[in-house]
């Protein structure tokens, strides 16, 4: 437990290269990966509730222990803790191995470090078929309690990539033969017209910025194109998840739309 505690400091994630994933659905998802989770802490209650789980550790090899609701409560920042917390070993995915499956689209969070907004932009990902998530620059920690449960469970279903440096990603990701595009209100091109002038039906890179104050002009001049999510009503603006499930559907629909059957996560 004492391990485990020490877990939810990022020095110590890093240094032991290993983060906690709370809840049944969470574990779940992890346990699909082979050798992902080292350990498992749960309530008698949740033992009673989650057979299935139980013996779905016990057949790889997963400890199982048993704890109290206060001592589980000091491993989650919940309010009403799920009863099931995972030790997970981080899920280690390099941008090379990304981009020699030649992806169709990849998302970049360039400096967002709303630990929800960046696990909402997981999801949404992992929803429209992107190939990876980069957490570039200043962005937060993709093992943060709060952005693993933000992704329910996408965490594990795609490569989820930190990179200190906004305009070395830009870069490397425009050297793979992708098309970056910076999502911003200020942009010349609006989604809609980016979908129809044929696009968005490019291998594409999506890039959004930060939740207060967007992308500074110097990341914005690193894009091909900087494109707008059209407001037709009186809102003044989209928050950063919104706008991200919408960019990313558009190109997701327009790669399908012109590669019929393909998977849509490699070209």
Known sequence: MKAARRLTRRATRLSERQFLAEGPHALREALALPGCVVEVFATYDATTRHRD??????????????????????????????????????????????????????????????????????????AAGAAAVVLAGTSVDPYNSKVVRATVGSLFHLPVLSAPVVSETVATLKGSGLSVLAADGSGELSLDEAADSGLLAKPTAWVFGNEAWGMPAEELALADRVVRVPIYGHAESLNLATAAALCLYASARAQRSANPGAPGQTR
């Open 53 to 126: 789980l139980v013996e779905a550790c016990a057949s790889t090899g997963v400890a199982w222990r048993c704890v109290d609701d206060a001592a589980l409560a000091t491993l989650t920042d919940t309010v009403t803790p799920q009863g099931v917390v995972a030790v997970c070993r981080f899920l280690e995915h390099q941008i090379d191995a990304v981009l020699a499956a030649a992806p169709m689209l990849v998302a970049v969070c360039a400096s967002v470090r709303d630990p929800g907004n960046a696990g909402a932009v997981i999801r949404c990902a992992d």
